[in-house]
């Protein structure tokens, strides 16, 4: 099985920037895609960013297509989300989620192609 746990939320005013931590363990973190993911309350959990078992390639939410980087460093076993330019709509709960193959399949923004998830950090932009 795996364990995810993410880290590095908080409270941020508008413009400002965040970085997230997921460290994970229970199987060999390199051979799997990771990806972020949101939610706030009343709404379904939305698909922020995900990356290859290698960090050769990424996808991101349009919401937050040139704000965000995911990135990797397998021998942490750890993926982040670098936040930029941070606006009130991104306030949410953000999880990190483990894929079941190495590579992102066509569904890699579906919450369905990840098998474990981490408790969720809170993210609060002020405006």
């Known amino acids: 099985q795996v364990q995810l746990v993410e880290s590095g939320g908080g409270l941020v005013q508008a413009g400002g920037s965040l970085r997230l931590s997921c460290a994970a363990s229970?199987?060999?973190?390199?051979?799997?895609?990771m990806g972020w993911f949101r939610q706030t309350p009343g709404k379904e959990r939305e698909f922020v960013a995900a990356i290859n078992w290698s960090g050769t390639s990424t996808r991101y939410a349009e919401a937050v297509k040139g704000r965000f980087t995911i990135s990797r460093d397998n021998a942490k076993n750890t993926v982040y989300l670098r936040m930029n330019g941070l606006k009130p709509e991104d306030t949410a709960v953000y999880y990190c989620?483990?894929?079941?193959?190495?590579?992102?399949?066509?569904?890699?923004?579906?919450?369905?192609?990840?098998?474990?998830w981490g408790q969720g950090t809170q993210v609060t932009v002020s405006s």
């Open positions: 989620a483990a894929g079941t193959t190495a590579n992102l399949g066509r569904n890699y923004y579906t919450s369905a192609e990840y098998a474990y």
């Open positions: 229970g199987r060999t973190f390199s051979t799997y895609a």
